[in-house]
């Protein structure tokens, strides 16, 4: 049940945090890309914005098997906005780019570079509050 509760924390952050920084960037001019793209995306057509919350629950996994072992609340928001910040965006960079045809690193492009980090770390801050959320929940009735 946790690791449903972290894919839906992290599908849930894309959506709220993620575009949310997003939606913020955009409308202070730091990006000419808005929020909540529904370009479809390839080879299925599914619009882009659920393909990031796909991928965002996968990663919301991916970080709540390391955040969850987190017994200070330091580390545990600190290790959210690292790990948000460099898992999703290095294989965005490194991975995904080239794959894409995209030059790797988006070029190196400094403000471009910096758009990513906050975005995800604000991914990464997102499924650490959600989880914490989750926590506090009482649990579903069984039967």
């Keep these: 049940m946790?690791?449903?509760k972290a894919f839906i924390a992290g599908g849930l952050s894309v959506l709220l945090f993620h575009q949310g920084a997003v939606a913020l960037l955009y409308l202070i001019g730091a990006t000419a890309r808005g929020p909540y793209e529904m370009n479809p995306t390839?080879?299925?057509g599914v619009p882009q914005v659920f393909s990031r919350a796909f991928w965002g629950g996968?990663?919301?996994?991916?970080?709540?098997?390391?955040l969850e072992r987190m017994r200070t609340p330091a580390r545990y928001w600190t290790l959210a906005v690292v790990l948000g910040i460099l898992g999703p965006t290095l294989v965005a960079w490194f991975v995904v780019f080239p794959l894409r045809g995209q030059p790797v690193a988006g070029?190196?492009?400094?403000?471009?570079m910096l758009r990513a980090f906050v975005v995800n770390g604000a991914f990464g801050?997102?499924?650490?509050a959600l989880m914490r959320l989750f926590e506090r929940l009482p649990p579903a009735p069984s039967g």
């Design 42 to 44: 390839w080879p299925f």
């Design 125 to 128: 801050i997102g499924v650490a």
């Design 2 to 4: 946790r690791y449903l």
């Design 58 to 66: 996968l990663w919301g996994i991916a970080l709540w098997l390391v």
């Design 107 to 112: 070029g190196w492009e400094f403000a471009a």
